[in-house]
């Protein structure tokens, strides 16, 4: 008896290793490094946060110490009378970054998918290294202190920054199909993760010179990276003439490769044939519209569920450092060196998760599995003690289960949902549900980075876990839908197999 098309995995397999070139190892480091370089500027400011509301806020001095004349000069850069001020207004910033860089995914996804998405991507890395240096380092040259003006910058950057996920992640789905997407991806969403740790590094071997080289340092080589994406990027297969996703000769295995992980396998051949697209004869696939990429099967779901989880990896992401030094007592340079561990525990989580949904060919129990212990390693890790190798190791165990999960949503599956079916498998679909997933995940993030700092100042750091805790629930509450068609189209195969045999 022959298996359905659903069990056939192993062509699929052997396609991904066929069909690898030269091209598809250079595009997929230059996207990696790429959105690398971006969230290694990002977690410049996480990283120097207590170096930062050191210099906003007055210095204690003693008795005996002289009285500095005119105070409004020595004292033009002291923002806020205490340190409670200064760190509500960090948090804030945050807030507003991630507001703006939510609004601006939305729109970037869109733009992404109508204009050439090299020229969208190098423009916003350059853009974006200039607000930050003007951001972290002009300001401190000249002296000049303004919350208004740092939260105008802080728009800006984050408009700018949102032009990277959508692409990079179109970009990649647009050279690598569904044929082992999930470790593929999950090797390749390490991306943000060595970004935050290339940041915490740069950050910390030039921050006894002053926090304004960490912006310095992080800004030029972003720049840098925008003008080597302009140059050598290659967007699609097609731009060197090879063969497009689906449309080689091996037509089966590639149509196999490229179909969705959560499609409904039981559906009519008739619902199959069915498109948002108009048909084009010129065969030149159009751009979906907005509303039309939300009413995808499980993009709001899985929407919905990032936001929740990307609250909990982004707090981890801009509060580590400050968690570390301010609770602890810890230097804020060793804090941002052992804060890597929850990244590199992100990177293993993500690649091996993938890898498993692969064999599976099927995300959501997987991801519900590492949620389920990641609510166990936020609890544990709440509880951790004064000891910096037992912290570093129940860090990297709570980034495995949070990073891993939050790195196949925003990658993986992005890519799974903007290759449906319904939308004939077209790139132009790739980057505008990219935006709506990762856009919505950022509202989440913004409201949490707020929240996260007024628990904190009100209630302390333990119900700021036990907040990450509930919405990591939250996560596992939304795609449980998913949950369990999937577990149950596992079973079927399962009987499948058994009456194949």
Not at 257 to 282: E, F, H, K, V
Request: proline share 4%.
């Amino acid at each position: 008896m022959a298996l359905p098309g659903s069990l056939w995995r192993q062509p699929a397999n052997r396609g991904l290793v066929s069909h690898c070139t030269h091209h598809h190892i250079v595009v997929f480091l230059l996207t990696f490094f790429s959105y690398s370089l971006l969230h290694a500027s990002r977690k410049t400011f996480s990283n120097v946060k207590v170096s930062i509301s050191s210099q906003w806020t007055p210095s204690c001095l003693n008795s005996t110490a002289p009285e500095l004349r005119p105070y409004e000069i020595w004292n033009s850069s002291h923002l806020f009378p205490n340190a409670e001020e200064a760190t509500l207004f960090l948090g804030t910033l945050d807030t507003i970054f991630l507001f703006s860089y939510a609004v601006g995914l939305f729109v970037s996804g869109i733009v992404g998918d109508r204009l050439n998405l090299r020229w969208v991507l190098s423009f916003g890395m350059c853009s974006s290294a200039l607000v930050v240096f003007f951001f972290g380092t002009l300001t401190e040259w000249l002296h000049f202190y303004n919350k208004w003006f740092y939260c105008c910058l802080w728009v800006v950057n984050g408009l700018l920054q949102s032009t990277g996920w959508p692409c990079v992640v179109a970009v990649m789905g647009n050279w690598f199909g569904k044929a082992g997407r999930g470790f593929v991806f999950g090797l390749w969403s390490a991306c943000a993760s060595v970004g935050n740790i290339l940041g915490a590094f740069l950050a910390s071997c030039v921050l006894k010179y002053g926090y304004e080289y960490a912006f310095l340092v992080t800004a030029s080589v972003q720049f840098a990276g925008g003008v080597i994406v302009f140059f050598g990027l290659l967007t699609s297969p097609k731009e060197v003439g090879l063969p497009e996703l689906g449309a080689d000769e091996d037509g089966s295995v590639e149509e196999d490769a490229n179909r969705p992980l959560m499609g409904n396998d039981d559906a009519d051949d008739d619902d199959r044939n069915y498109s948002i697209q108009a048909t084009d004869t010129d065969n030149q696939p159009k751009a979906i519209g907005f509303f039309q990429a939300c009413c995808l099967p499980g993009v709001v779901l899985y929407s919905l569920a990032y936001a929740c989880l990307k609250l909990v990896n982004y707090s981890f992401f801009f509060w580590l450092p400050f968690y570390l030094s301010n609770n602890f007592g810890w230097k804020e340079a060793e804090a941002d060196q052992l804060s890597i561990w929850y990244d590199v525990g992100g990177i293993i989580g993500g690649t091996i998760q993938g890898l498993i949904s692969d064999v599976l060919q099927k995300r959501a129990p997987v991801l519900a599995i590492s949620l389920l212990f990641a609510v166990g390693s936020l609890f544990g890790y709440s509880r951790s003690p004064n000891s910096k190798p037992i912290n570093g190791v129940i860090m990297a165990i709570t980034g495995f289960f949070i990073g891993g999960p939050s790195n196949m949503i925003s990658s993986a599956i992005s890519a799974d949902l903007g290759r449906q079916d319904l939308v004939k498998g077209s790139s132009e679909a790739l980057a505008t549900v990219t935006g709506i997933v990762d856009g919505t995940g950022s509202i989440g993030a913004a409201v949490g980075q707020y929240l996260v700092s007024l628990i904190q100042e009100n209630l302390g750091w333990m119900w700021v876990f036990y907040f990450f805790i509930l919405m990591t629930s939250s996560t596992i509450l939304f795609i449980s839908p998913l949950i369990v068609r999937e577990i149950k189209l596992l079973l079927h195969e399962r009987r499948l197999r058994m009456l194949a045999e």
